[in-house]
């Protein structure tokens, strides 16, 4: 829906576009349906991630290295290589170059 019809800003009514897909969509081009399929698909980007994940990476950006305790913790980021593990006892992380 257009904002002019909703009158409010809030998080189920809401996404950010880029200016030619909020052209599009105020076309006619992308339809209601797509939009939802689109903000679902983000919604799931953006859960890939726990907090913990996430705060391990936010301090990996200030400090060079971390070291955590249990693989299925960090399992995400471990996977999609954002991180690297540099010893064989613990998890000492390092982020990827």
Known sequence: MNRE????????NLIALCPNCHTRYDNGEIDMKSMRVYKN???????????????VLHYLNKQNKVIVYGHLSIKNILDDGLVEN????????????
């Open 41 to 55: 698909k983000l919604i799931f980007l953006s859960d890939r991630y726990s907090n913990y994940e996430l705060n």
């Open 86 to 97: 540099v010893h064989n006892i613990c998890f000492l992380l390092t982020m990827m170059a």
């Open 5 to 12: 019809a909703i009158k409010k800003h809030e998080y189920h």
